[in-house]
């Protein structure tokens, strides 16, 4: 088990990787051209990869590779860097909800309140999770960490609801010849990233939950490990054709979609 648990840990490790320093790359890329077209998507979303992603990925994976080290930070170190992940996190999510306000409810009362109050829950959430000691490394994923992990599912969920639903509208419109291939394929890739997103963010607290002996956690750790190196992956290349896609796959997607219309 060792040896496989070593293997493993490798691809999750190349996974994190992967995923950290192409959210940098796409998220930088957004920033720069938000700079030129002053478009607030584009600077959302940019924000999104680059604080979400990769700041808030590389303190907190950071944080827990410590938590386990034969030699942990100093209390007070390993805080800060946990407080900082965390911070960088919820702004990165509170930038992708915002972007999708901007992009399917511009101007609507409603969009605006489901907008600020998953913001303002995710703070909430994150104040409820350190008051009572998540932060440290002893209670990571304990039941103080729900309600903060809930505010962040539902704010993925509200964002994976809308691009699905906006999609289905112009999967009709693609039939008649008035919607573009590439757009529509761009909403899947990110429903696809978002959800990634969410199983990433349950995993921690569902085991924690759902498994009480420490023989068992052993036991499965490989597999979740595994699950979780695919899901960051999935969620790799999903932003990667959302934001880069090649021309090899360009044609792909206007051919896919030439034949289902």
Do not use: C
């Amino acid at each position: 088990m060792s040896g496989a648990m070593s293997v493993v840990a490798v691809v999750g490790g190349m996974a994190q990787l992967a995923s950290i320093g192409s959210a940098f790359w796409l998220g930088g890329r957004l920033l720069r051209k938000a700079l030129r077209t002053g478009n607030e998507p584009e600077r959302l979303l940019g924000l999104h990869l680059v604080l979400a992603i990769g700041v808030g990925s590389l303190l907190l994976g950071f944080a827990t590779l410590t938590a386990y080290s034969e030699k942990p930070l100093p209390s007070m170190l390993f805080d800060a860097i946990t407080v900082a992940g965390n911070t960088s996190t919820i702004l990165g999510l509170m930038a992708a909800l915002w972007f999708n306000y901007h992009v399917f409810h511009e101007r609507r009362r409603g969009g605006l309140v489901v907008a600020s109050l998953s913001s303002a829950m995710m703070w909430l959430g994150f104040v409820v999770y350190a008051s009572a000691g998540g932060i440290k490394s002893e209670g990571l994923y304990g039941r103080e960490s729900w309600p903060y992990v809930g505010a962040m599912v539902l704010g993925d969920l509200w964002v994976i609801t809308d691009a699905l639903r906006f999609r289905s509208q112009l999967m009709r419109r693609l039939a008649l010849g008035l919607a573009e291939p590439l757009v529509v394929d761009r909403l899947l890739l990110w429903s696809i990233a978002s959800l990634a997103r969410v199983g990433l963010v349950l995993m921690a607290p569902l085991v924690s939950a759902l498994v009480h002996t420490q023989a068992l956690r052993v036991a499965l750790a490989p597999f979740l490990l595994l699950l979780s190196a695919l899901m960051i992956f999935g969620a790799t290349v999903s932003l990667w054709l959302m934001l880069a896609p090649s021309e090899r796959y360009r044609r792909w997607v206007h051919a896919r979609y030439a034949t289902a219309r």
